[in-house]
């Protein structure tokens, strides 16, 4: 059931259909989800008092982190993450219903980006040579062939997609690896996480954290800051600050809580350091079951 302290308007990268869309429906009721054509129009949604939350995809299992929310949460937005979801992922090859006997002759496979890699090896022995054509998300895709039934052509997606749109599913589970997910940060303007039941029990803090310039061993430093006091970390990564070759960030998931005594003298020794540290606060995970919202 939904928290009473939240409003009922929540962004998300759409249209109904997209693995983002079934992220959100599992955290909100459906009549709160109000879709957006890109990641930085549902940041920024939430970031001008547009919407009260946004969901974005941040990190996938075989394609690595959306360099899109990591940048722009660390550049553009001053936001909190409140809650995550993690998804698996499931990839179906599916064709407009007019086109369901004749759909190994299709000329063209549409797709997002991510999910047109995750199927590589398919694609490659299956339709070598077909044109494969970007689409801002994988629902985007599916919408597009709807629209377009003269046209023999395919769109890679999840099965709500194809029932959303009215599609036939001709190749399932075409992803070239089964263990496959996909993480999405749920952002607020405000840092109060979500809390809902089935959650991990496990908080985890995300910061973003930029080294002092010309010191030898400062990321070691950094490590040892947490290293010492026996604080978990889940995942580093860094991303250029875009201000010169060689100069960085570093994004670091860490399997604390903000508020504990530890980690609040986890982030005074890094300031103490010269570090310049940004937290985008403590939330709980949510797993989501496959195909949920179907």
Known sequence: ???????????YLGPVGTFTYL????????????????IPECIEAV?????DLAVVPLENALEGSVPLTIDY???????????EVLSPIEQHLMVNPNHADNWEDIEGIYSHPHALA???????????????NQTTSTAAAAQFIAENPEQCIAAIGNSSAAETYGLKIVEPNIHDFHFNHTRFFVLSRRNQRIEREHREEQVKTTVMITLPNDRSG???????V???RQINLSKIESRPLKTGLGDYFFIVD????????????AMDELSALGCSVKSLGTYFTYKQLPEQGK
């Not at 992220?23 to 890109?38: C, D, I, S």
């Not at 970031?47 to 919407?51: D, F, H, R, T």
């Open 1 to 11: 059931m939904a928290s009473k302290e939240w409003e009922n308007r929540v962004a």
């Open 23 to 38: 992220a959100t429906q599992g955290l909100f009721p459906n009549e709160w989800l109000v879709p957006y054509k890109t």
């Open 47 to 51: 970031a001008s008092n547009q919407v």
């Open 73 to 83: 949460l660390f550049h553009e937005a001053d936001l909190y993450v409140v809650g």
């Open 118 to 132: 995750q199927c590589h090896k398919y694609l490659f022995n299956r339709f070598r040579g077909i044109p494969l």
């Open 218 to 224: 400062a990321l070691h430093q950094v490590l040892s």
């Open 226 to 228: 947490f290293a010492w």
């Open 254 to 265: 860490v399997l604390e809580d903000e508020n504990a005594p530890m980690m609040k003298g």
